[in-house]
């Protein structure tokens, strides 16, 4: 359906167009002011806690579930929880009553959204529910709507002002429900104590994966990793460099510790020089080179690695050399 001539915005109308959507995203954000003063009311965050209490000790998942752009929320509130360390599944409403009921578990906690309290599509699951004492926790606004007084607990929204211009398009509440599911999900995630290296077991793959791969994971190990003695020859140290190919060789004491470093650019300050091919690397060497341990993140190794304008790094672990990586081992690995 066409829109109608009377109804279509000039294009030489940017100005007003820019005030609607600067208009839309203050409404927004008055609305998640709203929804962080209701963390300062007594019985809001008490029933907040109750919930967080309720998800930690449960056995089984999390069900979410939702109806039109809650259903959509409800989706996204389904994946973060999931990938932050709470078991999460969505349950579409319009199947719930074709069989996938069969989804929840009397171990399982059911989370139910719905702005207006009352959609029908939601009544097969709160009903299997009661049957079946499974918890229900509600995300409405309306207190003494259908889902508010079925659920065990009840967690009450602000009243916001939609930005759509008819107040009818959902638009400040979605955004708000999205939020305390955010809120929701943090929360929990620190209550389980999911660390970065748990994070990557749920996300192996992307830049986001690559960020949160381990140095150890990247480096390069055994007689790939180019070392010499102190007391090698600076043309031993070169041949060492030349069949790694790291562009440096670390310099290790007898007992395989780091020491110092000699790399290309030392070789060249070198070789402009007097000194003799024959001379001790010792002498020509990098003291105290930067290393970093096996566990640091790949993303914090390419950190220092910008930050001090370095292309190789060695590996260490209590003091010993066991690895090295270079520049372009995180690049390929996605790293930046």
Do not use: W
Request: hydrophobic fraction near 45%; charge should be negative; include cysteine.
């Amino acid at each position: 359906m066409s829109t109608p001539a009377s109804k279509i915005v000039p294009f030489g109308s940017g100005g007003r167009i820019v005030e609607t959507a600067c208009r839309s995203l203050s409404i927004a954000a008055s609305g998640l002011n709203a929804l962080e003063a209701k963390f300062s009311e007594r019985e809001f965050a008490a029933t907040f806690l109750r919930v967080i209490g309720v998800i930690m000790k449960v056995r089984g998942r999390v069900i979410v579930t939702g109806i039109g752009k809650s259903g959509i929320v409800a989706r996204k509130m389904t994946a973060t929880l999931t990938s932050t360390g709470t078991p999460a599944i969505f349950l579409h409403p319009a199947d719930a009553g074709h069989g996938d009921l069969g989804m929840i578990t009397p171990d399982d906690v059911v989370l139910m959204l719905s702005h207006s309290g009352e959609s029908t599509e939601l009544g097969p699951i709160i009903h299997y529910c009661k049957r079946f004492a499974i918890p229900l926790v509600a995300i409405t606004a309306q207190v003494q709507s259908t889902v508010a007084m079925a659920a065990d607990m009840c967690v009450l929204m602000p009243e916001v002002e939609e930005a759509c211009p008819n107040s009818l398009a959902p638009t400040t509440s979605t955004t708000v429900q999205m939020a305390l599911g955010d809120a929701l999900a943090i929360s929990l995630m620190e209550m389980r104590g999911f660390s970065a290296d748990d994070f990557h077991k749920f996300h192996p793959n992307g830049r986001l994966g690559a960020q949160l791969v381990k140095v150890r994971e990247l480096m390069a190990t055994g007689d790939d990793v180019p070392m010499v003695r102190e007391d090698a020859s600076l043309l031993d140290a070169t041949i060492e460099m030349t069949r790694a190919r790291l562009g440096g060789t670390a310099i290790v004491d007898r007992n395989g510790r780091l020491i110092g470093a000699f790399t290309d650019g030392d070789l060249r300050r070198t070789v402009t020089g007097k000194q003799n091919l024959t001379e001790a690397v010792g002498r020509s060497m990098t003291l105290t080179p930067f290393a970093v341990g096996p566990d640091e993140l790949a993303s914090e190794a390419m950190h220092l690695m910008h930050e001090r304008n370095i292309m190789l790094l060695f590996v260490c672990e209590n003091g010993r050399l066991i690895g090295a990586v270079h520049m372009h081992d995180l690049l390929h690995a996605g790293v930046a």
